[in-house]
């Protein structure tokens, strides 16, 4: 007969839980940063590419997450070429950032259109960012008057709002990006909620601002573009007396 090791229970659920806090773990990287490779990933958890990539497969199969070629600026070498790890909408919507009440909350939004029309959906989103406008102005008070440092303050009061935000300069600007969108599923039917967010950015950091893309609509990301500060040309005083 052969020996047949029996594995504890305990030892079983223990590896199990560890397996899920890891991919947890992952998946709050991914959410935060919104995009990763597997070396980058693994150098951040302190995981072997070997452990880092059984996570990732089992998330792939799962469709917790996608894959994305990165762009590269310089020629690429041999080999693959390098890929980035993206949370899927399943992935953002784990048990750590659950839905539970997206169905309830897209009827009201439904009967109030019905019943009220469009100008009191508008009236409604705008009254539910207001709370929260507040909460962030009060964050920013300190950031002067430059929209990215605004922008920079702002990102840093989302992302303690659950909103995983951050900014970015860019040449043409500046650009903010939310990684995570807590009624994602209800705007996708109701873009109002988004409209009434992009006002309240507009207004927080001081100038225009353009949504590129939303998480509602698709993407991986909410990115809101700052344009650079304009600058008035200086007067310049002819003097015509002599």
Sequence with gaps: MKNVVLIPTSVVASATA?????????????????AATAAELGAELGLSPA??????DAMLAEDLVETRELRQDKPRGRGRPAKA???????RDDRNNPHHYDGIATAALRWIAEQHG???????????VQALEERL????????????????????????????ASATTIASGGQLCQHHCPVAHVAAE???LCDAETEVISRLVGTHVQRLATIAHGDGVCTTHIP???????????????
């Design 18 to 34: 560890s397996d899920g806090r890891t991919r947890d773990r992952v998946a709050r990287l991914l959410l935060e940063r919104g």
């Design 51 to 56: 452990a880092i990539r059984k996570h990732l």
């Design 85 to 91: 790890f993206v949370l899927t909408a399943a992935g």
């Design 118 to 128: 469009p100008e009191a959906l508008s009236a409604f989103a705008a009254a539910q």
């Design 137 to 164: 102005r009060a964050a920013i008070l300190s950031a002067g008057s430059d929209p990215m440092a605004r922008a920079e303050a702002l990102a840093e009061a989302l992302t303690a709002e659950g909103y995983a």
């Design 190 to 192: 109701f873009p109002q």
């Design 228 to 242: 650079g500060t304009q600058y008035a040309p200086t007067a310049i005083t002819v003097r015509t007396d002599t």
